[in-house]
T-cell receptor, first 110, second 115 residues
Framework: DAKTTQPTSMDCAEGRAANLPCNHS???????VYWYRQIHSQGPQYIIH???NNETNEMASLIITEDRKSSTLILPHATLRDTAVYYC???????????FGTGTSLTVIP | SQTIHQWPATLVQPVGSPLSLECTVE??????LYWYRQAAGRGLQLLFY??????ISSEVPQNLSASRPQDRQFILSSKKLLLSDSGFYLC??????????????FGPGTRLLVL
């Protein structure tokens, strides 16, 4: 079962920051937060992951609240190519299972 | 570099026919392998995962089965397809060796339509 909840859909203007929230109120201390995205008709693409500190890479930033019960994925300057379904997942370090929820469908508007 | 292949890319099959989807991974050894299904407009459902040759864990009871005859080969099968088996089937892998956190990578997928 997915252990995260996300809004079904969001819109973002091109060039603006896209902030995608995720709730994981039952997260355990040894569970990481992962973000993937899936562009239509393709396999999901890894974006970023974190445990408790904020993380940044070339694609996005991940902000995790101090109590770790929620997180936000930030795409700093959204482009049309960022239109996709974004999945937030939690998993343990040694865990074999990845459980995907229904994700957030992000539409970047010109 | 590691790559993952799936075939066929698309498949149209009649109800009651058998199914065999294949996934292979290159450039790694002893990976964990996964099969997911995504129905139209839905999220990803984990079907099976494997941590080694001949080792299969089933997440959802159904008319599908999985096998891992070789280290880097993962096969999804069915003896008799149902209409509800239509969907986008994704194979994924994570490195099986070493310690620490591993990221899961996905193949291009197979789109199956059962008529």
């Amino acid at each position: 079962d997915a252990k995260t909840t996300q809004p079904t859909s969001m819109d973002c203007a091109e060039g603006r920051a896209a902030n995608l929230p995720c709730n994981h109120s039952t997260i355990s201390g040894n569970e990481y937060v992962y973000w993937y995205r899936q562009i239509h008709s393709q396999g999901p693409q890894y974006i970023i992951h974190g445990l408790k500190n904020n993380e940044t890479n070339e694609m996005a930033s991940l902000i995790i609240t101090e109590d770790r019960k929620s997180s936000t994925l930030i795409l700093p300057h959204a482009t049309l190519r960022d239109t996709a379904v974004y999945y937030c997942i939690v998993r343990v370090v040694a865990g074999n299972q990845f459980y995907f929820g229904t994700g957030t469908s992000l539409t970047v508007i010109p | 570099s590691q790559t993952i292949h799936q075939w066929p890319a698309t498949l149209v099959q009649p109800v009651g026919s058998p199914l065999s989807l294949e996934c292979t991974v290159e450039g790694t050894s002893n990976p964990n392998l996964y099969w997911y299904r995504q129905a139209a407009g839905r999220g990803l459902q984990l079907l099976f995962y494997s941590v080694g040759i001949g080792q299969i864990s089933s997440e959802v009871p159904q008319n599908l089965s999985a096998s891992r005859p070789q280290d880097r080969q993962f096969i999804l099968s069915s003896k008799k397809l149902l209409l509800s088996d239509s969907g986008f089937y994704l194979c994924a892998w994570i490195p099986g060796n070493g310690l620490g956190l591993k990221t899961q990578y996905f193949g291009p997928g197979t789109r199956l339509l059962v008529l």
